[in-house]
């Protein structure tokens, strides 16, 4: 009798565990895990411990390394983009980012852990050098050298949310001059009460972060890279802008085959069943 294929789609939390799990309550399924990129679960969470030097090295801060998984008996293959699901044959279709290639693999059970990508601001400039985001990898190593890069003096941070914040810390211990700008009014203030977010706003400026709250920002302006942030407020002239204004599903693959929300979620039921058979759904990308 043939393994139970079981294909599991993204390397994030979701992804780790549910091969875990997999693993140890079916010992006998065949079991892949897909990862579009070239470093497998890299922890964003840990983001700002690595941009303050509190970590061994970049490429401790993950949730897994993929012969963790592999010496158990999965298959974990970076480098490889699922684009499609076929639902009337019970395959993926995947890409080798390396070669270009395409193959369809066959699933008995299928489980999309596809996570999410952080938002850019779609505002003129956002293409320009230095115009980072604050998630992931590659992100992380480039905002790392940029704090470790004397002739950027001035980092501004767009979003006053957890993640925001975090980059404002992380930038003022590396000696740089920081402003944080947001629409709204008040740091966290769509998460806490203002007898809060007055404690926290005074701490920020205490720390040396210039606060531009309630504004909008209008461009990102500069040559080839970034010199300054056009806001309804005034321009603030910066050598590297971090943006942290959330995050969207990475969804788009699915629209169309697989039921997501007006924003992009996925849609599941109690039991994480996506509207597909035997198609199952966890982690940020769901509802």
């Known amino acids: 009798m043939d393994k139970p294929k079981i294909i599991v789609v993204g390397a994030s939390h979701g992804g780790h565990q549910s091969v875990l799990e997999l693993l140890h309550r079916y010992p006998d399924a065949d079991i892949t895990m897909f990862e579009a990129g070239d470093f497998v679960s890299f922890m964003s969470c840990g983001m700002e411990l690595f941009l303050e030097n509190q970590v061994t090295d970049v490429n401790d801060v993950r949730n897994f390394r993929p012969d963790d998984l592999i010496k158990r008996g999965a298959h974990v293959l970076k480098h490889h983009e699922v684009t499609a699901i076929n ?97 709204i009014d008040r740091p966290l203030g769509t998460y806490l009460d203002p007898e809060m977010t007055d404690i926290l706003a005074k701490e920020l400026t205490d720390k040396g972060v210039e606060l531009k709250l309630g504004v909008k920002i ?67 990308a769901t509802l």
């Open 218 to 284: 209008e461009a990102f302006t500069g040559d080839e890279a970034v010199s300054a942030v056009k806001t309804d407020a005034g321009d603030v002239k910066t050598d590297l802008v971090i943006q942290a204004a959330g995050i969207k599903p990475a969804t788009e693959w699915l629209k169309g085959t697989v039921n997501l929300d007006k924003r992009g979620f996925i849609n599941t039921d109690p039991y994480l069943r996506t509207n597909l058979p035997d198609v199952y759904a966890i982690g940020d």
């Open 87 to 183: 639902a009337d044959v019970k395959s993926v279709t995947v890409r080798d980012t390396k070669n270009g290639t395409t193959q369809d693999y066959p699933y008995d059970k299928l489980i999309l852990s596809s996570g999410v990508r952080p938002n850019s601001l779609p505002v003129p400039g956002n293409d320009l050098k230095n115009v980072f985001l604050m998630r992931g990898y590659d992100w992380a190593t480039n905002i790392k050298a940029k704090l470790e890069d004397p002739a950027v003096k001035h980092v501004t941070i767009i979003g006053a949310g957890y993640i925001g914040i975090e980059a404002a810390e992380a930038s003022r211990k590396a000696g740089k001059q920081v402003t944080l700008l947001d629409m």
